[in-house]
């Protein structure tokens, strides 16, 4: 998020507003698409890890791209994108 501020000095955004995003990220990714509460029961840390992480990356894609200008989104997805991939040890 801090280089989108590279792009326009008007995209910045509070430690504090990333840290609600990540609190709310952490309840609504506690249930389901239907909003019926997940079992813990035979669930694995990697997978509700995985999960959370698939949840936060979308909430905050959502969220940032309503505050962006519209010539800016595409650049905002393919940042995403590679940071994703480099996460995964599919690009350098």
Not at 28 to 49: E, F, M, N, P, V
Request: charged residues 25%; glycine residues 6%; positive net charge.
């Amino acid at each position: 998020l801090n280089d989108l501020a590279r792009i326009d000095p008007m995209y910045q955004f509070s430690l504090q507003w990333y840290n609600d995003l990540f609190k709310a990220s952490i309840d609504d990714s506690k249930t389901g698409s239907k909003g019926k509460k997940r079992s813990k029961a035979g669930g694995s840390l990697s997978k509700r890890i995985r999960e959370l992480n698939n949840h936060h990356t979308e909430s905050v894609y959502k969220t940032v791209c309503q505050s962006l200008f519209e010539r800016h989104k595409l650049l905002f997805s393919f940042q995403i994108c590679t940071a994703i991939l480099k996460q995964d040890g599919k690009i350098n």
